[in-house]
T-cell receptor
Framework: AQSVSQHNHHVILSEAASLELGCNYS??????LFWYVQYPGQHLQLLLKYFSGDPLVKGIKGFEAEFIKSKFSFNLRKPSVQWSDTAEYFC???????????????FGQGTTLQVKP | GAVVSQHPSWVICKSGTSVKIECRSLDFQATTMFWYRQFPKQSLMLMATSNEGSKATYEQGVEKDKFLINHASLTLSTLTVTSAHPEDSSFYICSALDTRASYEQYFGPGTRLTVT
């Protein structure tokens, strides 16, 4: 069965520190990859996505992620975090099968990021 | 991005009653919507895929008779929690799948259900 694993459950950083959140998935075929953010009391918002092409993807608010196919990974990075980045971060994978795509997403467990001012 | 709304944003009901939650895609037509459940400090668990004009597809372990899903139009899906119990208390989130250009899901703000 497909699964998504986020290694860091709770990360605490000081402002201006660099961030890297790990995400690995288990599926041998073609995938679409996503990172979502959920700010306290708000709904999920898309940070960035990878469908094809350049494996280094840039998203909103200075976030980027790199798809490494050989490692089944899609790690999220930000060079300098801000207090406003405090939120829950979710990695998600949509597995494509042949010409069909149900659109179903499998989510990782989530990572709580706390940025101290 | 596209906008998905949910109504109500929160609801309190008594044990044994039924509650209906609406999910609307406001600026695009969605033949497919998804319903998730999120427990505190946990990830989203996919409950079912709602397909316009056909029966919903439920994930393993989700009771289809308890969580009734209706997708009567291209912009509206409803989730009815029947005979609610306290253990059904949770945060329910819907999303709408945009198939126009990419398979991206847009999420609603969620509905907090508390069963007393």
């Amino acid at each position: 069965a497909q699964s998504v694993s986020q290694h860091n459950h709770h990360v605490i950083l000081s402002e201006a520190a660099s961030l890297e959140l790990g995400c690995n998935y288990s599926y041998g075929g073609t995938v679409n990859l996503f990172w979502y953010v959920q700010y306290p009391g708000q709904h999920l918002q898309l940070l960035l996505k990878y469908f094809s092409g350049d494996p280094l993807v840039k998203g909103i608010k200075g976030f980027e992620a790199e798809f490494i196919k050989s490692k089944f990974s899609f790690n999220l990075r930000k060079p300098s975090v801000q207090w406003s980045d405090t939120a829950e971060y979710f990695c998600a994978v949509n597995a494509k099968r042949g010409s069909g795509n149900t659109g179903k997403l499998i989510f990782g467990q989530g990572t709580t990021l706390q940025v101290k001012p | 991005g596209a906008v998905v709304s949910q109504h109500p944003s929160w609801v309190i009901c008594k044990s044994g009653t039924s509650v209906k939650i609406e999910c609307r895609s406001l600026d695009f037509q969605a033949t497919t919507m998804f319903w998730y459940r999120q427990f505190p400090k946990q990830s989203l668990m996919l409950m079912a895929t709602s397909n316009e004009g056909s029966k919903a597809t439920y994930e393993q372990g989700v009771e289809k008779d308890k969580f009734l899903i209706n997708h009567a139009s291209l912009t509206l899906s409803t989730l009815t929690v029947t005979s609610a119990h306290p253990e059904d208390s949770s945060f329910y989130i819907c999303s709408a799948l945009d198939t126009r250009a990419s398979y991206e899901q847009y999420f609603g703000p969620g509905t907090r259900l508390t069963v007393t």
